[in-house]
């Protein structure tokens, strides 16, 4: 990824100008189109960057609606995340929050600051040796934990045979490889992929899309770098609900909000849309949907750094998600579950948040 090159075919058009930080913040050195100018500029040498500029370049949930809509076809996701690796290595970023969650994750292998130890004690079964590893992630393992009861709990009922790693499961990584971080991601890889290889795992499953994205698509990136083979199959919980038989029948009205890590960055839009019309809920779409969805707002380190943007983001799409009329709002997603959750309490909670393993998980008979 060369910066300059893809930087230099802007059109300069705006049409990425349906950025939601920069709808939010205005100025059009939030936008991706003034970002891309002033990387242009910095990598040309013709301007210092200051934190200003360093922050505004960070106002950004790596949602990837710019790529989507950009006219010249611009990877917009890849150039987010090489700007921000640049700007580390020189030593301008990470920002403040990032470089704390960082730390706390070198010490205990979650942003969360969860006690590693009893990263596994949602879990109420046997743990048994097996090929296939429920990956439940840091936000089902240390928020929410109900979902990742609800995942074990249909792999059970699907017959599947799994395993869960718990002390021996490490963040994935996603948040620093967002926001520029790759050498703690490397150290993260080293970890989960020794237990992987220790324990003969063969396949996969993620409830989480930023773990899917990045143990699919990062991972092997980060093994070939290292000589490593990387021959194990990712899936994520929506693609094993898809394949299922029929389920029993629901009768509620719900909308669906796409991922950004599922849609945007890994293309599954059917799927759960598949699964909800499956179960027999009066679906209703939002206005924006599919490649056009506005994110939730969290990711990218979005959340964690500048809250008021995230949680305005959260408020706008909870709102857009309430005009449906809709009394669910599902995702596939336990950070935009998360923070839609908080959102919708912040509006008074005339929404309720779920995922759609936590429906599904009631109509799939033992
Ligand atoms: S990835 Fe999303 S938040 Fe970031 S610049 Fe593009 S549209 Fe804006
Ligand atoms: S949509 Fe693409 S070409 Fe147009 S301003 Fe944005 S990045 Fe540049």
């Known amino acids: 990824m060369n910066i300059r090159e893809i930087a230099a075919k802007c059109s300069k058009c705006g049409y990425c100008t349906t950025c939601p930080t920069y709808r939010i913040e205005g100025w059009e050195t939030v936008s991706p189109r003034g970002k891309i100018q002033l990387a242009l500029k910095y990598v040309d040498g ?104 609800s995942t074990a709990s249909v792999l059970e009922k699907l017959g599947i045979d799994f395993t869960i790693a718990g002390k021996n499961e490490y963040c994935c990584g996603s948040p620093f490889l967002r926001t520029g971080q790759k050498d703690i991601v490397e150290r993260l890889f080293e970890k989960n992929y020794a237990y992987w290889q220790k324990m003969g795992i063969e396949r996969i499953i993620t409830s989480c899309p930023g773990c899917y994205r990045t143990i699919s698509l990062d991972y092997p990136k980060i093994a070939e770098e290292k000589g490593y083979e990387f021959d194990i199959e990712v899936v994520h919980t929506v693609s094993i609900l898809d394949k299922m038989g029929e389920f029993e029948k629901i009768d509620l009205k719900a909308t669906y909000h796409d991922p950004c890590h599922l849609g945007r960055h890994m293309g599954m839009y059917e799927e759960p849309r598949n699964v909800i019309k499956r179960l027999g809920i009066n679906f209703v779409e939002m206005e924006r949907n599919r490649e056009q969805a506005l994110c939730c707002g969290a990711g990218g380190g979005l959340r964690s750094q500048f809250p008021e943007i995230s949680f305005e983001i959260g408020r706008q799409r909870v709102l857009e998600a309430m005009e449906t009329g809709a009394e669910y709002l599902i995702t596939c997603c336990p950070f935009c579950e998360y923070h839609l959750s908080k959102s919708a309490e912040k509006l008074g909670n005339r929404i309720k948040v779920v995922d759609l393993v936590e429906i599904a998980e009631k109509l799939i008979s033992p």
Do not use: M
């Open 46 to 149: 013709e301007i210092d960057v200051d934190q200003k500029i360093v922050k505004d370049i960070f106002k950004c949930s790596v949602c990837g609606l710019c790529q989507e809509v950009c006219p010249v076809e611009l990877p917009l996701i890849d150039f987010w995340e090489e700007l921000r690796r640049t700007l580390v290595q020189k030593g301008l970023a990470p920002l403040s929050v990032h470089r704390k969650l960082r730390e706390i994750t070198f010490r205990n292998y979650n942003p969360y600051s969860g006690d590693q130890e009893r990263r596994g004690d949602w879990a109420d079964f046997e743990i048994k040796p097996a090929k296939t590893l429920y990956f439940a992630g840091c936000t089902a393992s240390f928020r929410l934990q109900n979902l990742a009861k």
